[in-house]
C-alpha cells in the first residue's frame, strides 16, 4: 500500500506539526506533500520524509518564517 501525508505548510512546529508527527512515524515511507516547507523549522522525524512542495514555495516571501506563509 503506498501512503501520501499531506499537510498545508511546514512553517514551524504546532499542534498540527506534532500530529503529523504522529503520522510520519507511522508511515515512514509516506511522501510528504505541502504547499511550503521552511527546512530547520520542524522535527527531524518530519525532514526525514521526502517533501514535495507547490509553486507557492518558488514565490518570493512565501517562506516567511513567522508563523505563516507570508510574514
Do not use: Y
Request: aromatic residues 6%; proline residues 7%.
Amino acid at each position: 500500500m503506498r501512503v501520501a501525508l499531506v499537510h498545508d505548510w511546514l512553517t514551524g512546529m504546532r499542534g498540527g506539526e506534532k500530529c503529523l508527527e504522529v503520522f510520519c512515524e507511522l508511515f515512514p515511507e509516506a511522501d510528504l506533500f505541502t504547499l511550503v516547507h521552511v527546512p530547520g523549522h520542524v522535527s527531524p522525524t518530519i525532514e526525514r520524509h521526502r517533501i514535495c512542495t507547490s509553486l507557492i514555495q518558488r514565490l518570493p516571501g512565501a517562506r516567511g518564517t513567522t508563523g505563516g506563509i507570508c510574514p
